[in-house]
């Protein structure tokens, strides 16, 4: 089997995967500020990430996974004025901070656990981690990289530059950022535009405050990460990962401080999932297009067709590659619905079948096939986290799983070591490693369930009464449509759709 090569953002090539610590890997996401709900654009990096823990431990490796909750903190976004989004937020919900972080921490969590994601191994939040962030930003001042006004600490982005290669990851140009950046309100005291606050100085009005040895305030956004990632994995570690939209200001800034505090770079690997865009606009609360999680789940948002489930969801996401851009569409999900049904009812019939031959000759090319076909989905794993090539792959090998069961293709005519890779590989990478549960049952299978029952009752009365012609009729015409009608030695019929 190949080496796993990982897309490593800060290099822009796929690099292989050697861990710092043989046998050990650490891996730190950003995790959501729980300001409000999630929403669809947040499903994608958590169900990535989700996969990528799955196969690191399918390696072999011991993962330690470190997933943040923002629970408060100074929020500086590109082009937009800073803001407080828990204080702020709390107010509007008339709660105290820490219940509307309770709340949203909760609901989190739920939708997570509907997706089928593994809990991380740690998961901190910023508010349980003031101390390490005042101390860091205290190692980052005695050396001369970040600077007091007023109660707040920014870090000096222009030193740093002179001297290190910011911009390393977003491939940004500082002098150019200098001409672009637009001045925002409250932040003239910074010594240049492009620096960002480590520590802000709380306001009369501030609800959420900590003291400090620059005078009551809170922490900056970046630097929770920093200080966290470092306690529970190390200065340095393994992946660092997230979406595409925190390369910059978010994971530039971390690895600035980062180098200055601990003097080494953060993270080997960066890895960043694409966004999920609706009719090719980015998903967001900014943009005024976004879908929550728990209406996505009810159909209850004018976007929506109908409800969909988690796991179609998960399906949906897995079907593209993580770096791909993914665009939603209400045919986009119901694809996704009607091929995960298809994969899955392929799954329960496989796992119930057993090999058994009676000597006859093996069909060499079928057999190859077959065997390619299994073999190619770690191939695809390991270059980087194919999750699409794989499930192409599972497709590919749905009609042998359902001629195998249906007779058209005999049990013999490939290896009894064949048919146990098939077997594996489907309980391995669609459930172990993509983590995909059984779906509920759909209302269009409900349908046809039914419709189905009712013309094997009906071609059940045909034989009864010796109407072999009738009986014919019937199995061949959904023959025809693609179901197979299989007379069970027990007196029953069953069906496969083909």
């Known amino acids: 089997m190949s080496e796993l090569k990982i897309y490593n953002s800060i290099h822009r090539q796929k690099e292989v995967f050697t861990s710092l610590h043989p046998g050990h890997a650490g891996m730190y996401v ?21 996969v990528v823990y799955r196969y690191l431990q399918f390696l072999g490796y011991k993962v330690r996974y470190v997933r943040n909750i923002t629970d408060a903190g100074h929020f500086e976004e590109e082009g937009r004025a800073a ?8 107010v509007l919900e008339k709660l105290e901070p820490m219940e509307l972080v309770q709340k949203y921490t909760n609901l989190f969590h739920w939708a ?3 997706f089928g994601n593994l809990e991380p191994s740690i998961e901190p939040t910023a508010t349980g981690h003031i101390i390490e962030q005042i101390e860091m930003i205290k190692k980052i001042m005695e050396k001369g990289y970040a600077y007091e006004v007023d109660g707040s600490v920014y870090f000096d982005v222009k030193k740093y530059a002179a001297g290190y290669d910011y911009g390393i990851l977003s491939g940004r140009v500082l002098e150019d950022m200098l001409e672009t950046t637009r001045e925002l309100e ?5 010594r240049n535009k492009a620096d960002f606050a480590l520590w802000k100085k709380a306001p009369a009005e501030h609800i959420m405050r900590w003291p400090s040895p620059w005078g009551e305030g809170f922490p900056g956004w970046h630097i929770e990460c920093s200080a966290m990632s470092a306690k529970y994995l190390g200065h340095q570690f393994d992946i660092h990962g997230g979406g595409m ?4 200001p978010h994971h530039e800034c971390e690895i600035a401080q980062s180098e200055i505090a601990h003097g080494e770079m953060m993270a080997r690997y960066w890895m960043h999932n694409n966004m999920i865009t609706i009719n090719g606009r980015k998903m967001g609360k900014a943009y005024g297009n976004t879908i929550k999680l728990t209406e996505m789940f009810t159909g209850e948002n004018p976007q929506l067709d109908k409800a969909y489930s988690p796991m179609t969801i998960r399906f949906f996401v897995l079907q593209t590659h993580y ?13 996704a619905e009607k091929g995960l049904q298809r994969l899955w009812a392929a799954y329960e019939t496989l796992q119930k079948l057993s090999y058994t031959s009676d000597g006859a000759a093996l069909n060499e090319e079928l057999d190859k096939q077959v065997r390619t076909w299994c073999q190619e989905c770690p191939e695809f794993m390991n270059d980087d986290f194919s999750t699409a090539k794989v499930l192409a792959n599972l497709f590919e090998l749905t009609p042998v799983v359902n001629s195998l069961k249906g007779g058209q293709i005999k049990m013999h005519e490939i290896s009894e070591d064949t048919f146990n890779l098939l077997q594996q590989t489907w309980k391995t990478y669609l459930v172990d490693i993509l983590g995909i549960q059984q779906p509920p049952a759909s209302s269009d299978d409900q349908l046809l369930d039914g419709v189905l029952q009712m013309l094997i009752s009906m071609r059940k009365e045909a034989k009864g009464r010796k109407d072999y012609a009738t009986s014919d009729r019937i199995r061949n015409e959904l023959l025809g449509i693609g179901i197979q009608l299989k007379d069970e030695k027990d007196g029953n019929v069953t069906y496969s759709v083909q």
Request: proline share 4%; with cysteine; charged share 25%.
């Open 30 to 50: 950003c995790g959501p500020t729980v300001s409000g709900e999630s929403h669809l654009g947040h499903a994608r990096p958590y169900i990535t990430f989700d």
């Open 83 to 90: 803001e407080d989004k828990v204080s702020k937020s709390a």
């Open 112 to 114: 997570m656990l509907q």
């Open 186 to 190: 409250g932040q003239d005291e910074k």
């Open 245 to 248: 939209d925190l390369q910059f």
């Open 323 to 335: 770096r791909s851009t993914l665009d939603f569409s209400n045919e986009a999900l119901q694809a």
